[in-house]
């Protein structure tokens, strides 16, 4: 589901005097347009990243002085400040229709383990596939149901539900997750128990023959 963002077009004011209005400068660009110079209100773009991903669709909408544009586009970077990580500058990507994209969509682990509740170690190889996919058919995350897992048993990329709109280019089989046994507890055993008393004795006999 897309997100909505409202920002205006920016003259050539610099940087350092958008952001102590708080305003933040931004860019969009794409294959199929000029490069628009934008700035957006501070809490709106903050209030943007705490719900946004990558996968995130995000519809801007540009006021302009003959009237606003509606964009469908895509966070691509965001600078933030060394000290307050306030956002200093954000890019915004708008694909040319009809054209695949790359993404790196994260993954969701839902349920618990068959093997966890055996005693068993969940173990998470991998947290996001890459895949290419019209921005159309994009989605925010795949979830992966990890609770038929078993001790021993994994799943591996080829085995996850993986819409067929989407070409996956991870190896289909990589490991995705997997159950790991418990370690086995260290056991003492009685040669050892042995070894460690043996000198003790040693030096008890000893005192008592010199007693004699």
Not at 14 to 31: C, E, M, Q, S
């Amino acid at each position: 589901m897309a997100l909505t963002l409202k920002a205006a077009v920016r003259e050539n004011e610099k940087a350092k005097r958008l952001l102590k209005r708080k305003l933040v400068p931004a860019i969009v660009y794409g294959p199929d347009r000029e490069n628009i110079k934008i700035q957006i209100p501070e809490a709106e773009i903050t209030s943007l990243l705490e719900k946004a991903k990558e996968t995130t669709p995000v519809h801007l909408i540009v006021e302009r002085e003959k009237g606003k544009e509606e964009l469908d586009v895509f966070i691509k970077s965001v600078q933030r400040h060394k000290v307050t990580t306030k956002v200093i500058h954000a890019d915004f990507y708008e694909p040319e229709k009809g054209k695949v994209m790359h993404f790196r969509i994260p993954l969701k682990f839902v349920g618990e383990a068959a093997g966890v509740k055996a005693g068993g170690i969940l173990e998470e190889v991998i947290r996001e596939l890459e895949i290419e996919v019209l921005p159309k058919d994009l989605i925010e995350e795949i979830v992966v149901d990890v609770s038929q897992l078993q001790v021993g048993e994994t799943l591996r990329v080829k085995d996850l539900n993986v819409p067929e709109t989407m070409k996956v280019l991870t190896d289909l089989d990589e490991v995705v997750v997997g159950i790991k046994a418990p370690r086995a507890e260290e056991v003492t055993t009685t040669e050892e128990i042995s070894e460690e008393i043996e000198p003790e004795a040693i030096k008890e006999k000893s005192a008592e023959e010199e007693k004699e």
